[in-house]
């Protein structure tokens, strides 16, 4: 079909790939002129213009908040780097009319460096870097606190830092569509990196996200967004790498495709969780590298209330890392518990360490406050909600081993021992010491284990399985390392299929 272009029309097209260069607002690239008035000078032109690129060239520009528009584009030229300002009086605290009630909608942070709300159709590109000067910015607001200038409500004296609250993003998108983010430097936050709540149709791809300034440095947070795309990214955070959360019941994140990403975290590598009001579904994983990571490869956590389900997730290599897979349905807000079923995890490889792998990180996660023998993972429900339909396939998890009983001891005759832990925050550790070192499932219905080869480095004195409350348990092809114990315990379980060579492996405890 011919598509033919008025003189009008095609002025408008003309105008809306307009360049608007930051310079020419007043902007002074020295890293200590305030730019922020000159930035959305140049921001505000070209949405009057219907759209266009600002340009940022070669240089410093230091800045506060600045307001993203409706079909503009900020591009960062080659040695640009857009600087945030460390002085928190500089930050806009934006309010985000319009959105959904949620219990815990304003638990995190409304500032940041770039916001953007209501905006659709905008983008940030180029080779150049934005930084948060998150660690100057989350002293100065300390500073201000202790000197009784800017007191934080909610300071933490047991951790000595502000509240999250005071502290600004880098960015903070809300009810935006059409959104991209593709091949920047970015980082440095004073709290999360990204941040993208009831957004759809977003793309973030070839960026290098490193988020290591402060306490909270999540690397990308998609809250509540459909349709969504993160590839071929490299996440170096201090907290989790890439976290899915759900803060709005009604809505859910739904559509996600995360691929070809490496993440390093001192939390978790990827997280669903832990606000999870709403809902995760659809959503695809593969082809991810994680190593020197503190806590969980995978963690798919409904604590709130959400519906977790049609997870697909595959390819992953982690290396020093604290734990494989965690998988959790608690009930620790909400009206009542939410559901995690359709689950398929294929093709992981997973090694564990005995130790701390994020020791050389300047902010480590908080240490495990108990002693413990080595986590397995764990698919854990609670009574009378089961997680359900969880495959497992082609999965190879070398464990560190060196279980002591004088560090801690769980008895096989004794696991009702293990609390259920109903309301408590969701981690890897939330049980304290676990009777297995590769796998406590408690709770389940339709578990399937297909091509699983468990390794140790060192003797443990634990099985390598636990099964307790499972219904529908399908064990094939199961690889463990030979030891003189039994290795698969079980407690209330229904079979479905148990392969005859693992029946010598297996001692069953008496059902109810």
């Avoid at 809300?174 to 991209?180: A, K, V």
């Avoid at 001192?266 to 503190?294: E, H, P, R, W």
Wanted: proline letters at 4%; aromatic letters at 8%; charged letters at 25%.
């Amino acid at each position: 079909m011919l598509f033919l272009l008025s003189a009008q029309n095609k002025e408008e097209v003309k105008n809306s790939s307009k360049d608007f260069l930051v310079t020419q607002y007043g902007a002074v690239p020295d890293g200590k002129t305030l730019n922020t008035q000159a930035i959305q000078k140049a921001i505000d032109a070209a949405f009057k213009n219907k759209g266009g690129r600002v340009v940022f060239p070669k240089g410093n520009f230091l800045s506060g908040s600045i307001v993203m528009k409706t079909n503009v584009e900020i591009y960062l030229e080659e040695n640009a780097v857009l600087l945030g300002s460390t002085n928190p009086k500089d930050y806009l605290n934006m309010a985000f009319d319009g959105r959904p009630d949620s219990p815990k909608k304003d638990d995190n942070s409304q500032l940041a460096l770039i916001l953007a709300h209501k905006a659709n159709n905008i983008a940030l590109k180029g080779k150049g870097t934005i930084d948060g000067q998150g660690l100057k910015l989350a002293l100065h607001i300390d500073s201000l606190h202790h000197a009784g200038v800017a007191i934080d409500p909610k300071y933490s004296l047991r951790r000595n830092r502000p509240n999250e609250t005071m502290r600004p993003k880098l960015f903070r998108f809300s009810q935006c569509e059409t959104i991209s983010v593709e091949g920047l430097k970015l980082g440095e936050a004073s709290c999360w990196g990204l941040s993208f709540e009831l957004c759809s149709n977003l793309v973030l791809d070839s960026l290098t996200v490193v988020n290591r300034s402060y306490w909270n440095n999540d690397g990308i947070d998609i809250t509540d967004c459909k349709n969504v795309k993160v590839t071929n990214c490299n996440i170096n955070a201090a907290d989790d790498g890439i976290c899915l959360k759900s803060y709005y019941p009604g809505y859910s994140n739904d559509g996600i495709y995360i691929a070809n990403c490496t993440i390093r975290s001192s939390a978790s590598a990827i997280k669903f969780g832990t606000a999870s009001y709403g809902g995760f579904k659809n959503v695809v994983v593969k082809d991810i590298q994680v190593f020197d990571t503190f806590r969980s490869a995978i963690a798919i956590e409904s604590v709130d209330g959400a519906v977790i389900e049609n997870i697909a997730v595959s390819n992953i290599t982690a290396l020093n890392t604290g734990n494989a897979i965690f998988m959790r349905l608690g009930h620790r807000d909400g009206q009542k518990p939410g559901s995690i079923k359709n689950v398929s995890i294929k093709d992981i490889k997973v090694q564990v360490p005995f130790g701390r792998p994020d020791l050389n990180y300047d902010v480590r996660g908080p240490e495990v406050d108990f002693f413990h023998n080595p986590f397995p993972s764990s698919i854990v429900g609670i009574p009378g909600y089961k997680i359900e339909n969880v495959v497992l396939e082609n999965i190879e998890i070398n464990f560190p081993g060196r279980a002591s009983k004088a560090m801690a001891y769980v008895p096989l005759s004794r696991l009702n021992q293990v609390p259920e832990a109903v309301k408590d925050y969701p981690e890897f550790s939330m049980f304290g010491e676990l009777p297995a070192w590769a796998f406590y499932v408690r709770h389940a219905d339709g578990i399937s284990m297909k091509n699983i080869k468990l390794t140790l480095d060192e003797t443990d004195f634990r099985p390598a399985f636990v099964f307790d409350d499972v219904q529908n348990l399908k064990m094939e092809r199961i690889d463990i390392a030979k030891d003189r114990q039994k290795q698969i315990i079980f407690k209330d379980v229904i079979l479905s299929i148990l392969e005859d060579q693992l029946l010598e492996q297996k001692v069953e405890i008496k059902n109810k």
